[in-house]
């Protein structure tokens, strides 16, 4: 049995992207011949748990050791609370590079070099962000002589990433990206864009740039809830599953329900959002369009909850185009009608095409959004939609299939370094 280190800031019980990326990969492991430990942070106060789901799949070989929470952040959430949101802007912009992780780097690196001594682990892998972390790691497989592998679940370094910040910072961490992907075995990346960006920053690492996107759990059976929404006195509900925070935002579409429900006097509309929704006060809103905001929830009752709606929906700004959103695997497994206002020709607009189950139509045109939502008015519609989603199509997206192929990278690179070993 091979032996692999995760240095990851989430993990489960946390409820998070990363922690739920890595929880499903890691279950599949050990029947593939890898045992994996798990060096992350212990949860902090504003963590969402969800101590009854995912936590309780992992296989028993799994160890997980945990540090200290988070202090940077933590540091930041005080200065918040007393008020100095100017000085957190400056703090996290300019000078805790490449982000507030660097603050709690001293911790990582003794915990890293103990977990390293313990285990004795063939491959170390860490995943960013945060990617404070990453220097942990590489200085960890230096000194230890361990391949490294990154892994990528958002860029770093990227344009559109780098905007709120100064162009001699944003020289620097490309620098800092640059200098760490001289030391990595292998980099996975979690999108086919993203793949060729990196391919572009790290002309050496051809044949080492991995995709490995989210998935989800295709080949497990779910129960479904046929959703029932107008056009009679029902309202049609649209689920979004997720915080919309940044430059997702529901404004878009919430303008064009307004002139849905302006075109079609019988039409109701009701959008359930988890999470914030910042511009959607429910006194500035139509009757016939209401909001319920849902608490962040386990991804068990999120899956309920998809099942239950009549229309799932994404959002992908276009300057986030780069990135494959994990809930719209999510949304696959769902067999539910997708409404998905992504950049047309990118990566999710791409795979929705390839998978069906989902009208697609691009977010910034407020005209094509409006037909899209009069369209799925009609039950009709909806059913033909969710009717069209081809289950082959997402089976490489499949947990088990993901990990069977993350398994296979890992045999790549210690049959390429067989005497990749702890000094």
């Known amino acids: 049995m091979r032996k692999l280190l995760l240095i990851t800031r989430e993990f489960p019980p946390v409820l998070s992207p990363p922690a739920l990326r890595w929880g499903h990969l890691l279950r ?6 890898w045992e994996a430990t798990v060096l992350t942070a212990r949860a902090s106060p504003v963590d969402l748990l969800d101590p009854e789901g995912l936590v309780r799949r992992l296989p028993p070989s799994l160890t997980v050791e945990r540090v200290v929470p988070p202090l940077g952040d933590r540091l930041l959430l005080n200065l918040l609370r007393l008020k100095l949101g100017a000085l957190v802007h400056v703090l996290s912009r300019d000078l805790l590079i490449p982000d507030p992780g660097v603050l709690d780097a001293g911790f990582w690196a003794g915990a890293a070099r103990r977990s390293i001594e313990r285990v004795r682990p063939d491959v170390l892998i860490v995943t960013g962000p945060p990617f404070s972390l990453w220097s942990v790691a590489a200085a960890a497989s230096a000194g230890s002589r361990i391949p490294l592998v990154y892994d990528y679940r958002d860029p770093w370094t990227l344009p559109f990433l780098s905007h709120a910040r100064r162009d001699s910072t944003c020289a620097v961490l490309r620098r800092q990206e640059r200098r760490l992907l001289r030391r990595a075995e292998a980099a996975l990346v979690a999108s086919p864009s993203m793949a060729r960006a ?16 989210n998935g989800a759990d295709f080949s497990e059976p779910r129960a479904g809830v046929e959703g029932g929404g107008g056009p009679g006195d029902c309202p049609v509900i649209f689920l979004h599953a997720g915080s919309l925070h940044g430059d997702r935002s529901l404004r878009r579409f919430l303008a064009a ?12 509309i009701h959008v359930r959002g988890m999470g914030r929704i910042f511009e959607a006060p429910p006194h500035l809103l139509p009757p016939r369009l209401t909001i319920e905001l849902l608490p962040q929830r386990p991804e068990r009752e999120v899956a309920a909850e998809c099942a239950r709606a009549d229309v799932l929906l994404l959002l992908q700004p276009a300057g986030k185009a780069v990135t494959l959103p994990a809930k719209t695997f999510e949304y696959l497994a769902a067999r539910r009608p997708i409404l998905a206002l992504v950049p047309p020709g990118h990566d999710t607009d791409r795979l929705l095409a390839e998978t069906g189950g989902a009208l697609r139509v691009d977010g910034d045109s407020e005209e094509a959004v409006t037909s899209a939502i009069l369209e799925l008015g009609d039950p009709e519609r909806r059913q033909r939609i969710s009717n069209s989603l081809d289950t082959t199509k997402c089976a490489p997206y499949d947990r088990r299939r993901l990990a069977a192929r993350l398994a296979a990278i890992l045999d790549g690179i210690v049959t390429a370094r067989p005497g990749a070993t702890l000094r």
């Open 28 to 33: 599949h492991l050990p029947s593939l011949g």
């Open 198 to 213: 990196m391919g572009e920053m790290w002309p050496d690492g051809e044949g080492r740039i991995h995709l490995l996107t």
């Open 257 to 268: 329900a307004r002139e849905s429900l302006r075109r079609s006097p019988g039409l109701r």
